[in-house]
């Protein structure tokens, strides 16, 4: 993975329906815009309660951007692509 | 060697049961001219005490001929033919075997134990009457041994 | 002062987005943006729905036999459940968010678009193959749903798979071919486990048992037994084992109602590619009817035998013991006659004369009827091969004195070799050209004897004269016992010969017949076996 490269984490829970709708917008748009530049790890909070630990996870969705840059979280209405691009430090 | 109990009369000796055999052997004794002296017995076992009371007693007569028929009651003819060829006095007396049989097996046998002659009964009167001739040329061939 | 300023301006900073974030967190939370919060709990983190009680649901989706994937209209992988990880053998999380199409064969991709577009409608389902990760092709069932939730589109699919099913179905057709064969086999068919259990048993087997024998012990549902004593399961078993099949070994079984069946046992092993013993298969065929029959075919032989020896006997006795008191009659007739010739009134010296005959007559018949007894008994040994012409001409040689007298001509073809006793040919011979020169006409007596065979090696030979022929009305009769066409005035003998020939061809399994017409000759015919013929028989 380049240093260019977005590192990103989705805590999602199970089929709760803000949670598929943040995989559908955000895997979309890596796929549109990053082109492969990217690392998406999507971790289901069901399966792994402790893993929410490791990035202080509170409330489901949250995308954490690891890379580039600052560490960014992102929470809340995730179906708002504007909003999402802007947490991904990508052109609005 | 004694003789017969009356020189001139044949002692016969006849085994046989049946009562017209007999007659017939008899009549072809009468028709041949024998004058006979007849002992008979009409089964088995009483001709063997008749020849166990001639080997007994010395002064019992003998028999010149015997007439044995093989069909008779009690023992069989071959045991009464044995025992004649046992008996000290009689053992050279000539036996004639008469049977209705016309088995050779059986002639064969019986000459072997030491019969004489063989004598098939026959169904016509003219070949029954051969029987005294027969009785007559057997004695006759004996005599020269007595 | 720069420095820790600096560090300042960034802690300042960094708190400040951390306060955003917060804020944002409880802003999102108040604002329902959130499906669920983590909380630290007394057992570790735990997860707090805030969408309804689904946690019974959840945990059936998760745990549920079948795979299911939550998708968007696109094939997006939003959701997986472990069993369609497992499907297809690729970790859960690298399923989530991935294509569908990445487990889709280029054909099935094409299947699958027409189910999603079938889905319209609300619901589809159809077959076709995931790809999973190891390249193998899974055989599913797809049933696809529309789901929609908060005004979003997605769809449901329940994948289950059918590599088991379709497993079991090439089983079950295989399995419903051996038992169609099994059941319509007419024979008991069983297939037993290597410990005797029925593992298989065909109809006819079931209804020899008496009962279902399925999954019982061989030996007690077929309690079978030779001469050595029952035949146990390890018996059987040892046997396969060490001859590799049993084929038609002779048993006996007696059911528990009592019935009893003769049977032939043959046996298979079966083998597993490691050469052990997995089993047997086993065919017992009732062969009661046909031992019943045997036996009862024996038992009516010696009964056939037991008669023939008492007749034989009966017979013998009868004109052995006749003759001693006809003898008699004879003879004292003859003295009567010696005795009283002319001397009684004119009839009776008649009388007499027919009293004699009489006798002499019954004498004969006999003595005849002893030869009849006796005509077919087999000398020593069996049948050899005989030459028929050298018979003929040493029978022809005793009736030499005969065919000069009456100026005979006797012919002869080739005669075969014949499969028979030397002296019952003999005899025939004998009887026939007899017989010939004693119903010849006036002509002198010409006499031909030929042979012709048939296909299976049998002969059929002639003995043809120009004698006083037989009228049709009596063919049969001729061969009766004691039978005879003219009184014995005219011509002698008993009626006797013919009998006798029939009675000693029958022996060999032929036929002697006649055939004739009155006045112009006779040919009688009689079937004998050659040398290589199927009727030969000792």
């Known amino acids: 993975m380049g240093q260019q490269d977005h590192d990103l984490r989705l805590y999602v829970a199970g089929t709760g329906a803000k949670s598929l709708r943040a995989i559908q917008i955000i895997t979309r748009l890596c796929e549109t815009e990053l082109f492969g530049r990217y690392q998406l790890e999507i971790v289901d909070v069901y399966r792994h309660p402790a893993r929410a630990v490791e990035d202080q996870i509170v409330a489901i969705p949250t995308l954490i951007k690891r890379a580039p840059g600052a560490i960014k979280r992102l929470v809340g209405d995730l179906s708002q692509e504007a909003r999402v691009r802007t947490g991904l430090g990508l052109a609005a | 060697m004694t003789e017969g109990a009356q020189p001139d009369r044949l002692s016969l000796l006849l085994v046989e049961d049946s009562p017209a055999d007999v007659y017939l052997v008899r009549e072809a004794m009468r028709r041949e001219g024998l004058r006979v002296h007849w002992d008979i017995a009409d089964d088995g076992e009483w001709a063997i005490r008749m020849i166990d009371e001639v080997d007994s007693n010395a002064s019992t007569p003998c028999p010149d001929v015997m007439l044995l028929d093989l069909n008779v009651p009690r023992c069989t003819g071959d045991e009464v033919l044995e025992r004649i060829r046992r008996s000290p006095r009689l053992a050279h007396t000539p036996v004639v075997i008469m049977t209705s049989s016309e088995s050779l097996d059986d002639r064969d046998r019986l000459m072997k134990l030491g019969a004489t002659e063989y004598f098939r009964k026959p169904s016509n009167l003219r070949e029954f009457m051969k029987l005294g001739r027969l009785v007559r040329e057997v004695h006759e061939r004996s005599v020269p041994l007595k | ?538």
């Not at chain 3, 071919?177 to 086999?185: D, F, G, Y």
């Not at chain 3, 068919?189 to 065909?202: H, Q, S, T």
């Not at chain 3, 005879?484 to 005219?490: A, T, V």
């Open chain 3, 1 to 538: 002062m720069q420095v820790s300023e600096k560090n300042q301006v960034e802690r300042i900073a960094e708190l400040e987005q951390r306060l955003a974030e917060a804020e944002e967190t409880l802003e999102a939370i108040r604002q329902g943006d959130v499906d669920a919060v983590v909380i630290n709990g007394p057992t570790g983190e735990q997860v707090y729905a805030l969408e309804g009680p689904d946690h019974p649901y959840r945990i059936l989706v998760e745990e549920m036999h079948q795979g299911t994937v939550t998708l968007d209209p696109d094939g997006l992988v939003l959701y997986c459940n472990r069993q369609f990880a497992a499907m297809v053998q690729t970790p859960v999380e690298s399923v989530i968010g991935s294509q569908i199409h990445q487990y889709l064969t280029q054909d099935d991709a094409a299947a699958f678009s027409a189910l999603i577009a079938a889905a319209a409608g609300g619901h589809s389902q159809g077959e076709l193959n995931l790809l999973a990760g190891n390249d193998q092709l899974v055989p599913v069932l797809l049933s696809l749903n529309k789901l929609e939730v908060s005004g979003i589109q997605n769809l449901c699919a329940v994948i289950t798979d059918l590599t088991e099913a379709r497993r079991n179905e090439a089983i079950v057709k295989e399995e419903q071919l051996s038992r169609l064969i099994l059941e319509q086999t007419a024979e008991p068919v069983i297939v037993i486990d290597a410990r005797g259990k029925i593992l298989r048993a065909g109809e006819a087997a079931r209804r020899l048992a008496g009962s279902n024998v399925l999954f019982q012990d061989f030996g007690v549902a077929f309690p079978i037994f030779d001469q050595d004593g029952p035949v146990t399961v390890s018996r059987l078993v040892s046997d396969v084992r060490s001859q590799n099949a049993l084929r038609s070994v002779e048993v006996n079984m007696s059911t528990r109602e009592g019935r009893a069946y003769a049977l032939l046992l043959s046996a298979s092993p079966l083998w597993s590619p490691g050469r052990e013993l997995l089993g047997c298969v086993l065919t017992l065929t009732d062969i009661t009817g046909r031992k019943r029959a045997e036996e009862a075919l024996a038992r009516q032989a010696e009964q056939l035998a037991q008669s023939n020896s008492d007749l034989r006997q009966f017979a013998y006795s009868a004109s052995h013991d006749l003759q001693e008191p006809l003898r008699h009659l004879a003879i004292y007739t003859e003295l009567l006659q010696q005795r009283y010739a002319g001397k009684l009134d004119p009839e009776a010296d008649q009388f007499i004369e027919r009293t004699i005959d009489a006798a002499h007559r019954m004498e004969r018949l006999l003595r005849d009827l002893l030869a009849y007894t006796h005509a077919a008994d087999a000398p020593q040994g069996d049948a050899a091969s005989v030459d028929a012409n050298s018979v003929l001409a040493k029978v022809l040689a005793t009736f030499e004195q005969h065919i000069a007298k009456e100026n005979a001509v006797i012919t002869s073809g080739p005669l075969p070799v014949l499969c028979v006793h030397e002296v019952h040919l003999s005899q025939l011979f004998q009887n026939l050209i007899s017989n010939s020169f004693k119903y010849h006409g006036n002509a002198p007596l010409k006499l031909h004897i030929w042979a012709d065979g048939a296909d299976d090696g049998t002969w059929r030979l002639s003995v043809e004269d120009n004698g006083i022929g037989i009228d049709g009305r009596y063919h049969q009769q001729v061969f009766g016992l004691f039978k005879r066409l003219h009184g014995s005035s005219r011509y002698t003998g008993n009626g006797i010969g013919l009998a006798i020939c029939q009675k000693i061809v029958q022996r060999y399994g032929g036929k002697i017949w006649v055939e004739s017409t009155s006045g112009e000759g006779s040919i009688f015919r009689f079937t004998l076996p050659g040398k290589e013929s199927a009727h030969a028989k000792a």
